[in-house]
C-alpha cells in the first residue's frame, strides 16, 4: 500500500508563492507518475500538473498553470513538490497529491492513491 501526505498548504495574499510537498511511505513506487489535482466544492477535481517518479523526468501541465507552477521530485525523499507563482484567489482549493503505476495521465479517475488534501486560501 502507498501512503501519501501533502503539506505546505496555507493562507497567501494575491501573487505570492507556496511550495507543496507530497511525501510517499509504504510500497515503492517502480515505474509510476505522481500528478497534483486542486477541488472547490460542487467541482470536478481539476488536473494540474504531473511527473514520472523514476527514470528520465518528464512532466505534464495543465494550460491553466503552466508557467506558474512547477513540479519536481526529490526521489531520496520520497517526495514530489509543487511551486506555486504567482498565486491568484481563484487558485483556492484543497490541493491533492495522486500516484498511479505506469505513464502520466490527467484524469483523476485513472490514479489510484490519494493524500488527504492540504487547503490553499489566496486572499485578494
Known amino acids: 500500500q502507498v501512503r501519501l501526505v501533502e503539506s505546505g498548504g496555507g493562507l497567501v495574499q494575491a501573487g505570492g508563492s507556496l511550495r507543496l510537498s507530497c511525501t510517499a511511505s509504504?510500497?515503492?513506487?517502480?515505474?509510476?507518475?505522481v500528478g497534483w489535482f486542486r477541488q472547490v466544492p460542487g467541482k470536478e477535481r481539476e488536473f494540474l500538473a504531473a511527473?514520472?517518479?523514476?527514470?528520465?523526468?518528464?512532466?505534464s501541465y495543465a494550460d491553466s498553470v503552466k508557467g506558474r507552477f512547477t513540479i519536481s521530485r526529490d526521489n531520496a525523499k520520497n517526495t514530489v513538490y509543487l511551486q506555486m507563482n504567482s498565486l491568484k484567489p481563484e487558485d483556492t482549493a484543497i490541493y491533492y497529491c495522486?500516484?498511479?503505476?505506469?505513464?502520466?495521465?490527467?484524469?483523476?479517475?485513472?490514479?489510484?492513491?490519494w493524500g488527504q488534501g492540504t487547503q490553499v486560501t489566496v486572499s485578494s
Open positions: 511527473i514520472t517518479w523514476t527514470g528520465t523526468t518528464t512532466t
Open positions: 495522486a500516484a498511479r503505476y505506469g505513464t502520466i495521465k490527467s484524469n483523476f479517475y485513472e490514479y489510484d492513491y
Open positions: 509504504g510500497r515503492t513506487f517502480g515505474s509510476s507518475a
